[in-house]
């Protein structure tokens, strides 16, 4: 008891100490630090900025402004008696007209007051009414009276001060020209002033207890009202505090700045109040990520790019994975990820590049075959039929193809099931080839047989060459190794098989029948037709067959080992029976029943890339990939790989090699991961990547996702499906064809097509494109796609969609005005139209197709005729880089000049109407049709 008071000295100093150091750690929290770093990262920059500033100004005029403001101020100081003087004066007399308009203002409410009840009684004919109007009239004199006093008064202040003017008016116009120079200098200094004052003054106001006033270090949040955590059972409002250390983010000065101070890129898109993605409205974490009221660099979520990023943040920040974080932020390269969450209404994201290539791989790849994932219901299969697969390939051919597609080809598509991390080694050497016997046999006993006319004898290799060079083949097919699909660009490329050591795999003829008519050989293909003649196809069939793979050709098929195909046998019927029973009914088998390929197709899914007889009805046999974003961490099966924990990490190794997490595992055959191998480079797997972590379950409101209308979605789904980018641009991308081609030998742009074209002319057109020689000296041929009606309609209604134009109904009337035709053929003569653009099928003696552009008998009912005004008008704004000249230019006011003044009284606008209704009507051999809609 004698010692107590002992006791709670001690426990008095050590909480007082533990006070002190929550307080101290409290107010030495890392985004303290950023602020202080960002503080004089602004205080340098201000300060280089008035020394530009100060640099930029004119100092001779500054020093005669300074002389003459010196001179000023000694004739006042001589003055100064008078100027006393007369501010006395304006202070006596500002009083006065003080008073006296205060006494006219309460005089006028008077007078209104008793206006309005004379108005009042005189039009409800009271017996008062003239009594009220003789007082109205008392008042309005008394107003009128102290009016004229504030007239007179104000005249009085005015002469007072223009007397006052003459003593320092010159002084006051030196100092306002002076101010007006260093207007911003004045700025800049008023600012660092701010941002710098002083190390008490700085000190004092971020102290613990006194920085609830004014502290310059405080935590940034942004309220995102309409972006929101599922949290189970709840909705959590975002608070995003990302700011609180990205102090620099939506100012623009500071691009160059170091992290985190650095200005976010593309401020026309994201963050400023202009773009379509305002920070007040969208926050960050929406778009990237992580935990939103975090405000350390840890917690916050941020995840490594590389490897190398990961080691220096594990120096520099002590970063390591967090395992309780569900949202940690995408890694930089597959932060456009973010973007799907709002716009997946279409096929793709405007200015998300990446994205949409990862998009353009799942499809192409055929993921959606194996697994659901949202906006791929409904695509053809990628594979090709294999109902009648013994009518175009060897038996023989199938098992090779089948044990290594890349063997066969480099660039091949088909994944690789066998010989993979979870089924190589001596045992299933053998095993892997009776499970591909088995298959290739099965296909075999399904097979429809198929007879196709014999194909034309003697091609011409180089001629076919030359066909597939140019005739447009390369806006879906490559001949050999191609670049690696980088961007959506290289992707498009890949649209088609590559055509390499086609004449290892299939016959002269079954080719010669194919690019003849590719509907003919299977109905459901995608493959366009060319309409090529009996001769180009066999000139073409002639050439693909010449490209060979001896290697490949010479290399024998392994022989089945009866011991592996039993152990496949009775793997396969113990799914339904006991070992014991399977091993009976095994020895009652004879080796035919032993080939038991059909249920192998099962397991392994083929049936999700091919059309194979007796699957028809199969379901997917991969993991639904909708909310593969959101997939918990602790769901996912790391195996005992040392990689990090993440959905990235996971999904990038799983795409690398994607049954390495059996390695270590004892498991029998059966229980094997199956996804196979498709040998993704680094850049096709973390564009996949990014699409699979983008796919998130994660409220949007409806007013905050993407606006684009059903009529451009389901465009831009069948343009993709058609790959029409392949070789056209359009939407500003595309046109990938066109490094392989001579720039006159360019498929046309089709931006702004919809407000180009009338739909009574695209339609048919879509039908059928071999009916309307539009260029016809180009090598490359718009191809047929068999297009049914309603999807010659969903191109059509896209296009008018994204030009914001009428559709179907148009007019198209010229009203023929005999003047403006008579202008309009001089001015198309005059300007040498004909010199570029033909008037008939024949190219023009001397010219060739450098030289060419459309031909103009088909304008009329081809073109809209306010697209032609705006064509002539600035063709650049419509076709950058186009070769159509500019003949009229807007001069300083903006107003368009011609070079021809003399016609129509040098009216820009009439002459450019002029040489359209002369082109309409006179060079298309009559006015376009009035207006209508083709059949829908």
């Keep these: 008891m004698n010692r107590l008071h002992q006791w709670f000295a001690i426990s008095s100093l050590l909480l007082f100490l533990f006070t002190v150091a929550m307080i101290l750690a409290d107010y030495s929290r890392e985004w303290r630090k950023y602020q202080r770093d960002f503080n004089r990262v602004q205080i340098e920059r201000t300060q280089s900025d008035m020394r530009q500033a100060n640099e930029a100004l004119d100092r001779d005029r500054l020093t005669q402004i300074d002389q003459q403001l010196q001179q000023a101020r000694a004739e006042q100081q001589k003055n100064e008696a008078q100027i006393e003087t007369l501010q006395e004066q304006l202070a006596t007399l500002g009083a006065r007209k003080f008073a006296v308009n205060q006494d006219y203002q309460f005089s006028k409410s008077k007078y209104d007051a008793q206006k309005y009840e004379y108005e009042e009684a005189a039009a409800n004919k009271r017996s008062n009414a003239q009594g009220l109007n003789d007082a109205l009239k008392v008042r309005e004199k008394e107003m009128n009276g102290y009016l004229a006093e504030l007239e007179k008064a104000t005249l009085e202040e005015k002469a007072a001060n223009d007397e006052l003017n003459k003593y320092i008016g010159k002084r006051s116009a030196a100092q306002q020209e002076m101010d007006t120079m260093l207007t911003d200098y004045t700025r ?92 007040e409205t969208f926050g960050c974490t929406g778009c990237h990520g992580g935990l939103d009221r975090a405000t350390s660099f840890q917690n916050a979520g941020h995840s490594p790019n590389t490897e190398e990023q990961r080691k220096e943040w594990e120096q520099k920040f002590g970063w390591h994975e967090d395992h309780f974080l569900e949202t940690p932020m995408f890694p930089m390269k597959s932060i456009e990820a973010g973007c799907y969450k709002c716009h997946n209404a279409s096929p793709e994201v405007p200015r998300a590049s990446a994205l ?89 006993s399904k097979s429809k047989p198929r007879q196709l006319p014999a194909g034309r004898a ?97 290399k024998p098929f392994p022989e089945v080992d009866p011991a592996a195909l039993d152990d496949v046998t009775i793997e396969l019927l113990r799914t339904n029976s006991t070992d014991i029973e399977a091993r009976e009914k095994l020895k009652a088998m004879n080796a035919e029943q032993k080939i038991a390929g059909e249920r192998l197709v099962s397991r392994y899914g083929c049936f999700g890339c091919h059309n194979i007889p007796g699957f028809e009805r199969a379901q997917p046999i991969g993991t639904e990939l909708t909310e593969a974003g959101s997939k918990l961490i602790a769901q996912f099966d790391f195996g005992f790989l040392p990689i990090e924990h993440s959905r990235h990490a996971w999904y990038e190794q799983k795409l690398h090699d994607p049954r390495i997490f059996d390695v270590g595992r004892v498991k029998r055959p059966e229980e094997l991961l199956k996804m196979p191998n498709f040998h993704f480079s680094d850049k096709d797997a973390d564009a996949i990547t990014m699409v699979l972590t983008s796919m998130v379950k994660e409220p949007v409101p ?235």
């Excluded at 995102?224 to 505090?241: A, C, E, G, Q, T």
């Excluded at 101070?261 to 109040?273: E, I, Q, V």
């Excluded at 590719?518 to 309409?531: C, F, Q």
């Design 188 to 279: 800049l200094q008023t600012r660092l002033n701010n941002l710098n004052p002083g190390f008490i003054v700085t000190s004092f106001r971020n102290a613990p207890v006194f920085d609830f006033m004014a502290p310059s270090e405080k935590v940034n949040q942004i309220i995102v009202s309409n972006l929101y955590y599922d949290h189970p059972f709840m909705l959590i409002k975002r608070v995003d505090r990302c700011t609180t250390c990205h102090q620099g983010i939506d100012q623009k000065a500071y691009e160059d700045a170091p992290q985190p101070f650095k200005t976010h890129p593309n401020m026309d898109l994201y963050l400023s109040a202009s773009s379509p993605h305002p920070m």
């Design 356 to 444: 949409n290539n990862g998009r353009d791989l799942i499809r192409i790849y055929g993921c959606f075959g194996c697994h659901k994932i949202p906006g791929y219901e409904g695509i053809r299969k990628v594979g090709p039929d294999l109902s009648t697969v013994s009518g175009k390939l060897t038996k023989d051919w199938v098992r090779k193809w089948l044990a290594n597609p890349k063997e066969f080809k480099s660039e091949a598509r088909m994944p690789q099931f066998w010989w993979n991390s979870n089924n190589s080694g001596p045992y299933w050497d053998k095993r892997n080839v009776a499970e591909i016997n088995a298959i290739a046999e099965y296909l075999w």
């Design 702 to 936: 409806l007013e905050m996702r993407d606006k684009t209308t059903a009529d451009i979605a389901e465009g831009r789904q069948l343009i993709a499906e058609k790959n029409c980018k392949g070789c056209h641009i359009i939407e500003g991308a595309g046109g990938d064809i066109r490094p392989t081609k001579e720039q006159a030998q360019w498929p046309p742009n089709l931006n702004t097509q919809g407000f180009k074209t009338q739909p009574l002319w695209l339609h048919p057109f879509l039908k059928d494109p071999g009916s309307v020689k539009l260029r016809p000296w180009m090598s490359a041929r718009m191809p047929t796609f068999y297009l049914t009606e309603t999807q010659a309609a969903t191109i059509e209604r896209y296009f008018s969609a994204l030009d914001r134009v009428p559709y179907p109904f148009i007019s198209t009337e010229i009203e023929r005005n005999e003047e403006k035709l008579r202008a309009g053929a001089k001015l198309f003569e005059e300007m040498k139209c004909t010199s570029c653009h033909p008037t008939s099928a024949a190219i023009p003696a001397g010219k060739t197709a450098e030289d060419l552009a459309p031909n103009l008998q088909l304008a009329s009912q081809r073109l809209r005729p306010d697209w032609v005004i705006e064509w002539i008008k600035d063709p650049q704004r419509l076709f950058p880089g186009t070769r159509m000249p500019a003949f009229y230019t807007p001069d300083q006011n903006g107003v368009l000049q011609g070079p021809y003044p003399e016609i129509l009284g040098g009216n820009a606008q009439a002459q450019i109407e002029a040489i359209r209704d002369h082109i309409f009507i006179n060079v298309g051999g009559g006015r376009a049709a009035r207006g209508g809609s083709a059949t829908r």
């Design 458 to 554: 003697g091609g011409n290799i180089a001629a076919g060459k030359e066909i597939v060079e140019n005739a447009g083949c390369f806006g879906c097919h490559a001949v050999g190794p191609i670049q690696e699909a980088a961007n959506q660009s290289q992707t498009r490329r890949r649209h088609g098989f590559n055509l390499a050591n086609q004449g290892s795999k299939v016959t002269s003829s079954w080719i010669y029948n194919w690019v003849k008519d590719p509907a003919a050989v299977w109905p459901d293909t995608k493959m366009p037709s060319l309409r090529l003649t009996g001769e180009e196809a066999a000139n073409v069939a002639a050439y693909l067959s010449s490209l060979k793979n001896p290697e490949w050709e010479a």
